[in-house]
């Protein structure tokens, strides 16, 4: 995926069944696993959901790779619901520094905040990990 990407950006790749790929570049990233109702949790259960948040500039990013997050967010075909997402991390000159591999994602929200000037407009994926396929998640 490095080869898809300008030498020290990050970048997510989002494939679909169908093989289908969305490539997302110059993105801030948040990986997140949280326990659900986390306040009155006393021991490890499976009650585990891992969640990754997407943001970057809409100035910055290919406007057909968005259209494609919009159309996928909105879809409820079997086929498209669920997708892999790769999140690599780089720094310099294609040396990543960290690389997660999701099997089972699905949205949980797309948004979009467009500014008059268009200078400022930004995006954010908030995607979720099927919750029987914890354990397929990888990290590199």
Do not use: C, P
């Not at 079997?78 to 949205?107: A, C, Q």
């Not at 268009?118 to 994926?125: E, K, M, P, R």
Request: net charge neutral; charged share 35%; hydrophobic share 30%.
């Amino acid at each position: 995926m490095a080869s898809e990407m300008k030498n020290g950006q990050s970048g997510i790749t989002i494939t679909s069944v169908k093989g289908e790929k969305i490539v997302l570049t110059s993105t801030n990233t948040k990986i997140k696993f949280d326990t659900l109702d986390y306040e009155k949790v006393r021991d490890k259960s499976k009650a585990v959901i891992a969640t990754v948040i997407i943001t970057g500039k809409i100035k910055g990013t290919d406007i057909s790779e968005l259209k494609k997050v919009f159309n996928w967010s909105k879809s409820f075909k079997s086929d498209e619901v669920y997708r892999k997402l790769v999140v690599e991390y780089t720094k310099g000159t294609d040396e990543i520094r960290r690389s997660y591999e999701f099997s089972e994602m699905f949205v949980l929200n797309y948004e979009e905040y467009l500014t008059e000037a268009g200078t400022d407009s930004q995006y954010t994926l908030t995607l979720r990990q099927k919750e029987d396929h914890l354990d397929d998640i990888k990290t590199y």
